[in-house]
């Protein structure tokens, strides 16, 4: 069965501290892709990266950049001098090759306080 | 450029009430389409997805249904409102390994 857990629920930071968010996920298939999402309070998710299991370098875009091992299951967001503008709910969703439906984990809400 | 459009954004409606929400994608052809909701305070939750006309698959049996009756329109109702119904439903469509959210609809029953 497949399975992505964000074990943090919430976090609350200072404006320009770093801040990481897990994932962690589960699944059998040999073929999978990872994603996060953020969702402010308007409520649309917003896509932020997808990776595929065959690419573990690590990326990195402005503030943001994931950490991606295989060996660990996991797929870690951290985001640098975070700033209010971060504060929403970020979500770490699972798929599989077939591109059939997400699978996401509960989400971490991130308060960034100024 | 593909679009997906979703409506109402936000809904209330009395415990026993219908439900009807609307989905449609704009600028592509068979795509799979997916609904979710997002109870208060927790995640995603699968619903329903369809890959083409007149298929429709339930991941939670529940109160609510799906269809599918045009290529990109992906409708989501009930007959009657429970106020465990509650919450943000999002539809999404997927291409290859992109997936796009509609803006979604906040459901209260009350």
């Known amino acids: 069965a497949q399975k992505v857990t964000q074990a943090q629920t919430e976090i609350s930071v200072v404006e320009k501290e770093d801040v990481t968010l897990d994932c962690v996920y589960e699944?059998?298939?040999?073929?999978?892709?990872l994603f996060w999402y953020k969702q402010p309070p308007s409520g649309e998710l917003v896509f932020l990266i997808r990776?595929?299991?065959?690419?573990?370098q690590n990326e990195i875009s402005g503030r943001y950049s994931w950490n991606f091992q295989k060996s660990t299951s996991s797929f870690n967001f951290t985001i640098t001098a975070s700033q209010v503008v971060d504060s929403a709910v970020y979500f770490c969703?699972?798929?599989?090759?077939?591109?059939?439906?997400?699978?996401f984990g509960k989400g971490t809400t991130l308060s960034v306080s100024s | 450029s593909q679009t997906i459009h979703q409506w109402p954004a936000t809904l209330v409606q009395p415990v026993g009430s219908p439900l009807s929400l609307e989905c449609t994608v704009e600028?592509?052809?068979?795509?799979?389409l997916y609904w979710y909701r997002q109870a208060a305070g927790r995640g995603l939750q699968l619903l329903f997805y369809?890959?083409?006309?007149g298929q429709i698959s339930s991941e939670v049996p529940q109160n609510l249904s799906a269809s599918r009756p045009q290529d990109r329109q992906f409708i989501l109702s009930s007959k009657k409102l429970l106020l465990s119904d509650s919450g943000f439903y999002l539809c999404?469509?997927?291409w290859g390994y992109g997936y796009t959210f509609g803006s979604g609809t906040r459901l209260t029953v009350v």
């Open positions: 699944t059998r298939d040999t073929t999978y892709y």
């Open positions: 969703a699972l798929g599989n090759q077939a591109g059939t439906a997400l699978i």
């Open positions: 999404a469509w997927s």
């Open positions: 600028g592509t052809s068979n795509p799979n």
């Open positions: 990776r595929n299991s065959f690419d573990e």
């Open positions: 369809s890959v083409g006309i």
